[in-house]
């Protein structure tokens, strides 16, 4: 019996174009034009399904080079990490990237490796692209803003692209601010709180923005609570920068009831790694806080105690930043919490709440 349904069947020597994928489905192409290329003209969803159709039998792929053109942007928003392995920014990147998917546009991930230099020729190429936007989320240096990078940003922004910044300090760019120093400071006094009074500090290198502002509210936050001044080593946001640290801070003598406050959760891992090679208790004779809540804080033994950074919705705040007119950021969702677990045991019989709201700026 034979089917009473015919199947069209198109057979397409070489690139697939528009005027093929119109042909196929039927349609002006115009109408094709707008149904695959986003374009503010609503086309009947009959029409749409076809042409969409049309472009998938056909295997079509649209030019973003010529869409970048016709338009002054492309469908691409620019990601600049620091570490792609640092969970931090794999967290950040992830609420990039739901933005993105609902937005129909495509992600394009570059890592700075913190390196100023590469962070201007990673910002070049990328101009090529001509994204919608570009976010920066590596560290900012309180050196201030190189004069190449603000030129390659004032470049791309004069052809469309929108910049986002996590931290102020970069010119021209719309800025997410997250009150590290606030954080830091409730984490500090939660700690007096539980009966710590003398603290370990390890630091990324004097001049970065985020550890700067971590190391100076936990410092204030400790001393004014009623502890010590922290004893502070320097060295990178990696977690072998935090063994290393604490290596040398274990080298020159920690006493027991001491806590290590890891400017990011990852170096606290890293010091919770040292710990255990030179024989000493996490969480007992020694303990341990860190920054960010990344999930591995809170699989580790003893789990992390903490200051909980909301990184997802951080980057889908700096996606909608990037591609909203009228954004204004929504503070209430950027809030800090401090969060108590086992690595901090409290070492008096007072037990304050294992969650604390830093305080809002």
Do not use: C
């Not at 004097?206 to 700067?212: H, L, N, Q, R």
């Amino acid at each position: 019996m034979t089917d009473p349904t015919p199947i069209r069947r198109t057979v397409t020597l070489g690139a697939v174009t528009l005027d093929d994928v119109a042909r196929e489905a039927g349609v002006s192409l115009a109408t094709a034009s707008r149904a695959l290329n986003g374009s503010t003209r609503k086309v009947a969803d009959s029409y749409r399904e076809r042409v969409e159709a049309a472009a998938a039998r056909l295997g079509y792929t649209a030019n973003l080079s010529a869409q970048a053109t016709a338009r002054g942007t492309s469908a691409i928003i620019a990601l600049l990490v620091a570490d792609i392995a640092d969970p931090y920014f794999g967290l950040i990147a992830a609420g990039v990237a739901r933005g993105a998917d609902e937005a129909g546009l495509v992600v394009t991930v570059a890592i700075t490796e913190r390196d100023p230099a590469r962070e201007v020729r990673l910002v070049r190429a990328l101009r090529g692209q001509r994204p919608r936007g570009l976010i920066l989320a590596a560290s900012r240096n309180t050196a201030g803003e190189d004069a190449g990078l603000a030129r390659e940003l004032e470049q791309l922004s004069a052809t469309g692209g929108r910049v986002v910044a996590l931290g102020a300090g970069v010119t021209g760019a719309r800025s997410l601010i997250l009150d590290n120093r606030a954080g830091a400071e409730a984490l500090a006094t939660a700690l007096v709180e539980r009966g710590y009074r003398r603290a370990v500090v390890l630091a990324a290198a004097e001049g970065t923005i985020t550890s700067d502002a971590r190391l100076d509210g936990f410092a204030n936050g400790f001393v004014t609570a009623g502890g010590d001044e922290p004893r502070v080593y320097r060295g990178r946001f990696t977690r072998e920068s935090g063994h290393e640290m604490m290596t040398r801070a274990l080298a020159d003598g920690i006493e027991p009831g001491t806590v290590v406050f890891g400017i990011s959760d990852v170096v606290a891992i890293g010091a919770m790694s040292a710990l255990r090679s030179a024989g000493r208790a996490p969480g007992e004779d020694i303990a341990l806080a860190g920054f960010d809540d990344i999930p591995t804080g809170r699989d580790v033994t003893p789990a992390l105690t903490t200051v909980r950074v909301p990184l997802e919705e951080v980057g889908y705040q700096a996606f909608r930043a990037a591609i909203d007119p009228e954004w204004t950021p929504n503070d209430d969702t950027l809030r800090l919490e401090v969060l108590v677990r086992a690595s901090t045991p409290a070492l008096t019989s007072a037990e304050p709440s294992p969650a604390v709201a830093a305080p809002h700026a």
